[in-house]
């Protein structure tokens, strides 16, 4: 589904990813860990497509196409979803309306008729329910006064409803509660199958108790310093990123 | 319903960043000679058929105009006009004898507004709106005329007005906008062709939304219309107003009056969706649109309400007032005006308290793009008379890109210590993190800024009637194609 391979990225002079490589296939989950700084958040913008980063090496393949040769549209359309560490607020757009506007591009860049609107307010209840999400806060403005944990259950609300290939989930674990840790990760674990997958980047072990990875990587210094299952993770928080990155 | 589905279907279909009603029509025209002159305004009146006070009011007019020297406050750039390059009458020829029903309309007109989207037809009633349509100089069709005269409503092209309802056009026509207020109104009474007229009559809270569409077809034609609502004791009308233009090189002229009247505790809602030609990105062409509308709220809790969304013209000249003369009377004006490549607007409102415990409220949401510049001007009067008065204006000026300008110019007098005045303004630049957001969701470049701009406009658009928020809202979105590389 996604191969990166020798990834060089910089941001002005300063070179933040230094040769990077990985495979993601479909039906994985892989999670990325690291220490502030080494380029976890960088990863997930480079891949979605936000400007002011240069690549200067590397190929990303996104389903065999080149994903650095689309703009930031077409990567969503195509099925890459960021799950936003911090979601912005958009003042005077409801939720729903958002919500809806986001289905309707991605079918329309599948040549499919808009969503009917009943059908929308249909999925969209189901979905929202899952997440213990109050249907009242879908009629407010996106993520305008919502707390830090409505708008991470916003966020895999999203995910949920647009159905994407492969979601990079960016630090969804900041600022929730343990309430809303578990609920969010119950809507990531709903969104698996066999045919999608996930990144999923974390400071903390405790996200991955819930949302089990098969692959966990640790990033350093713009590398990925080692690879290994779940037990890697397990084995970071015992002995931290320092002595972890040298290994 | 149909009539709007039928425009936003229009709106839908266009994908490119042209103008989208510029098509011109063939149609066989009767024209006065171009130039302006009282001899052209005698051959206006002829061509109405007037009596002769209004031929008298307009000669009176045309003197005024030519003493008058042209306002000069508002911070818009364009060569001096020369008002003899204009034509200032232009029927289609088919006109000459008016039509009796829509069938014997010219069906080129009528292809003009099936492309505008505007269905004349009879059916539409149940759409909810009453349509009448001024082409160039002329009222086409004043649809659903025979329903509204069951209940004493009036609606009909001014210059029939003149001829069926001369009391009502002597008592109030220039009532609220002097004749010598300034030369664009001395002029628009001189020269008018047609607009509409409305009498609500007392306790009648009009059914459906009045509702007319302007369009200027021929070339360097001014167009000059006049509309008239008077909204009797207890009434209610709700007016929508569209206008759209062909594309062409040479600036075209357009300078309306639009005055309004409510007596005791009556209201009236005026829409306009104003989307004139803006010119070509370079900033050729387009319109010239110097509109002066003004309201009185004469009686006891009266109310008058302006909802405004200006994204055509290539110069916007406009500010929709209220006179709030009766006591309790309030009067409000929502605004959003969206200026992108040479466009340039200057608007906003006059709030002039006259009345005790009179209120007002200003909400305006300006856009610039390209190399625009967009200029919100407003004056809020309190008179001494206007005892508890109360005013509250909202300015927001929303910036895309480096190029273009926004200026916010408050004009605020007091003559009673016990008003009530507060004034909040912001300024902003699209934020790219809300842009990069919703792209990831899918989104285009184009359909982001869209989105943010509506939500940005959202406490106008909320105002106008619910037909129209959606075109509205489609319009907002196309008139910023193209505004970010």
């Known amino acids: 589904m996604l191969n990166i391979n020798n990834l060089k990225v910089s941001i002005g002079d300063k070179e933040i990813l230094k040769g990077l490589s990985l495979n993601i296939n ?42 650095l040769d689309m703009n930031v549209e077409e990567r969503a359309n195509q099925g890459l979803f960021l799950a936003f560490q911090y979601p912005m607020e958009i003042p005077g757009v409801q939720t729903s309306f958002f919500l809806r506007t986001a289905i309707n591009a991605k079918r329309k860049s599948q040549n499919l008729s808009e969503l009917d609107a009943l059908e929308f307010a249909k999925l969209l209840k189901i979905k929202a329910q899952e997440l213990n999400i109050n249907p009242d806060m879908l009629k407010r403005d996106l993520n305008v006064d919502y707390s830090g944990g409505e708008k991470k259950k916003q966020e895999i609300l999203q995910l949920s ?17 343990i309430d809303a840790l578990r609920i969010v990760s119950e809507g990531v674990n709903r969104a698996r199958n066999k045919e999608n997958a996930f990144l999923v980047i974390t400071h903390y072990q405790r996200l991955l108790n819930y949302i089990k990875p098969d692959f966990v990587h640790i990033i350093a210094d713009g590398r990925i310093v080692k690879s290994g299952d779940y037990s890697l993770a397990l084995e970071l928080e015992e002995q931290g990123y320092e002595k972890m990155a040298k290994a | 319903m149909a009539a709007t589905e039928k425009t936003i279907e229009q709106v839908n279909k266009l994908g490119s960043s042209d103008y989208k009603y510029g098509f011109s029509s063939d149609i066989e025209n009767i024209q006065a000679p171009k130039g302006l002159n009282e001899e052209v305004v005698r051959f206006i009146s002829k061509q109405k058929n007037e009596p002769q006070w209004m031929l008298d009011w307009r000669l009176k007019a045309f003197s005024i105009f030519n003493r008058l020297k042209k306002p000069d406050w508002a911070k818009l750039h364009f060569p001096e006009i020369n008002f003899q390059d204009y034509y200032y009458y232009s029927s289609p020829k088919s006109m000459k004898d008016k039509p009796k029903s829509l069938d ?46 069951e209940l004493g409503i009036i609606f009909c092209p001014i210059s029939e007005a003149i001829q069926e309802h001369p009391e009502l056009i002597k008592k109030y026509l220039g009532s609220v906008i002097p004749v010598s207020d300034h030369s664009f109104a001395a002029l628009n009474s001189a020269v008018f062709t047609d607009g509409s007229f409305v009498y609500i009559p007392e306790n009648v809270r009009c059914p459906v939304e009045l509702s007319t569409y302007f369009r200027i077809n021929a070339i360097n034609t001014g167009q000059f219309e006049r509309t008239l609502i008077i909204a009797d004791k207890n009434s209610y009308v709700s007016y929508l107003e569209g206008c759209t233009a062909p594309m062409r090189d040479e600036n075209q002229l357009h300078a309306a009056n639009v005055e309004l009247v409510a007596l005791d505790n009556a209201e009236i809602k005026y829409s306009t969706v104003q989307n004139w030609y803006p010119g070509d990105k370079d900033g050729k062409g387009g319109i010239y649109n110097f509109v002066t509308k003004r309201g009185i709220c004469r009686g006891v809790n009266s109310k008058i309400s302006w909802t405004q969304v200006e994204t055509g013209s290539a110069i916007t000249w406009k500010y929709p007032s209220c006179i709030l003369q009766g006591d309790n009377s309030k009067g409000e004006f929502y605004s959003v005006a969206i200026t992108n490549n040479f466009q340039q607007a200057d608007t906003g409102t006059k709030m002039i308290h006259i009345g005790k415990n009179t209120s007002s409220k200003i909400i305006s949401k300006g856009i610039s793009a390209g190399h625009a510049s967009n200029t919100y001007r407003g004056q809020v009067k309190i008179q001494s008379s206007a005892a508890n008065a109360r005013n509250f204006t909202q300015c927001d000026s929303l910036l ?3 190029e273009c300008g926004a200026h916010t110019v408050p004009y605020i007098e007091s003559a009673n210590s016990d008003a009530q005045v507060e004034h909040e303004a912001t300024t902003s630049k699209i934020n790219e993190d809300q842009l990069f957001y919703c792209q990831q969701r899918g989104l285009s470049n184009e359909e982001a800024i869209g989105l943010i701009v509506n939500g940005f406009c959202k406490e106008v658009l909320q105002h106008l009637p619910m037909e129209f928020a959606v075109e509205a809202q489609k319009l907002v979105s196309i008139s910023l194609e193209g505004s970010v590389g």
């Open chain 1, 26 to 67: 479909k039906g994985e989950v892989h999670a990325l860990m690291g220490p502030n700084g080494s380029g976890k958040s960088t990863l997930s913008y480079v891949l979605s497509g936000k400007d002011k980063y240069k690549v200067s090496e590397g190929s990303v393949d996104f389903k065999g196409k080149n994903l």
């Open chain 2, 104 to 149: 014997e309309i010219d069906p080129e007109i009528l292809k003009t507004y099936e492309k505008l989207g505007i269905p004349i037809e009879e059916q539409k009633f149940l759409s909810g709106m009453a349509v009448d349509v001024v082409l160039d100089s002329v009222s086409i069709a004043t649809t659903y005329k025979k329903q509204l005269s």
């Open chain 2, 400 to 402: 895309i890109g480096n």
């Open chain 1, 161 to 177: 409803m647009l159905n994407p290939d492969l979601a990079i989930l960016d630090e969804t674990d900041s600022g929730l509660d």
